[in-house]
């Protein structure tokens, strides 16, 4: 191969990549947004007397907000679907952390849950850990035709995957979704996650059916794996979809959205290696990065979680620190003292 074929190779995937990168980034915009159009959505139904998603009712299904939001989810999905097709996994499902810090600021604006000084910081965290992530994350993969995935699919290793995604569904379904579906968000975003990770790859590999079709190559749509692949992405759709809605019902759109976040993104990341090989030509120091990345986001997401109920602006924190300045207490003194104090106040209560 000439050095002018190397070039253009080259011009053809940086193109490709930044194509699915602003694909990967509209798809957050529009899946953040479905959160809280359908969380709206599903507080009319109950203020409405009607039985809850999560106790098995279907009453959002009659519920035009919810329509829009299931649009503005498959929007979003779609341009999901669009990104795997030329970027890799490991780039596109990470930066869904973006979809977190609309759905927080949107939370903030329509669903009155605030935003605090914490939360912004957390948002910020999440712009930076996307930076540092898509700067190290493997721009190539090593499955690029659909016909080498026919192989991969067969492998092993990715069946074996599949395989204990089903059962880790299958008990949790059975054995801890009666007793905690409705006190614990972990147990319904388990099954979400885990079958949503089997979502990303198989839409991932009808995207790459799609692609190589349409650029003029074999002709997938006569593949019998092809329409399997169709099959199997709309059915985990349709369970993914199903525990969500299930999760958002029951708990805080800012407490559903971090957890699932990372969840779906660790399972995903898992798949997607051992499926379409992302990870084997990466060198050691873009995998520190990616870590670095994904650690930042994680800490973003939970920072969003954790002190979303705190009531904390940068101004609380100019008065503190000039009501320290102005009085020689001690500030770990001062800070036992108002502990003492408000221990004191609640035992008379």
Same mark, same amino acid.
């Given at each position: 191969? =000439? !050095?002018?074929?190397?070039?253009?190779?080259?011009?053809?995937?940086? #193109?490709?990549?930044?194509?699915?990168?602003? &694909?990967?980034?509209? =798809? !957050?915009?529009?899946?953040?947004?479905?959160?809280?159009?359908?969380? #709206?959505a599903l507080k009319k139904i109950n203020a &409405?007397?009607?039985?809850?998603?999560?106790?098995?009712?279907?009453?959002?299904l009659k519920q035009w907000m919810w329509w829009l939001g299931l649009t503005t989810m498959g929007i979003g999905e779609a341009a999901n679907l669009l990104a795997y097709a030329f970027a890799p996994a490991a780039l596109v499902t990470p930066l869904g952390a973006l979809s977190v810090l609309v759905a927080a600021v949107l939370s903030s604006k329509f669903l009155h849950e605030k935003l605090n000084f914490i939360g912004k910081i957390g948002c910020f965290l999440c712009i930076i850990g996307s930076i540092i992530f898509v700067i190290h994350s493997p721009k190539t993969e090593e499955v690029q035709e659909f016909s080498d995935l026919n192989n991969m699919l067969f492998d092993f290793l990715f069946i074996s995957y599949v395989l204990s995604i089903f059962v880790m569904t299958v008990i949790v379904k059975i054995v801890f979704v009666p007793r905690f579906g409705n006190s614990n968000v972990v147990v319904y975003l388990l099954i979400c996650s885990g079958v949503g990770s089997l979502t990303v790859v198989f839409c991932k590999a009808v995207a790459l059916g799609v692609k190589e079709t349409i650029e003029g190559g074999t002709n997938n749509f006569n593949n019998y794996i092809f329409w399997l692949l169709v099959l199997l992405s709309v059915s985990c759709i349709m369970v993914q979809m199903n525990y969500l809605n299930k999760s958002l019902d029951i708990f805080n759109t800012s407490i559903v959205t971090p957890i699932y976040y990372v969840i779906f993104t660790v399972l995903v990341i898992i798949s997607s290696g051992i499926l379409f090989k992302e990870w084997e030509k990466i060198d050691v120091k873009d995998i520190l990065g990616c870590v670095c990345g994904f650690l930042i986001l994680m800490v973003a997401v939970f920072t969003l979680n954790a002190f979303k109920d705190a009531h904390l602006t940068f101004k609380d924190l100019n008065l503190n620190a000039r009501r320290r300045n102005s009085t020689n207490v001690d500030p770990s003194n001062n800070f036992v003292i108002t502990f003492q104090r408000t221990r004191s106040h609640e035992s008379t209560n």
């Open positions: 191969m =000439s !050095s002018d074929d190397v070039e253009n190779d080259t011009r053809y995937n940086h #193109l490709h990549f930044l194509l699915g990168l602003g &694909l990967a980034i509209s =798809s !957050s915009i529009f899946i953040g947004s479905s959160f809280i159009i359908k969380k #709206l &409405l007397g009607n039985v809850r998603a999560s106790a098995g009712g279907y009453g959002y």
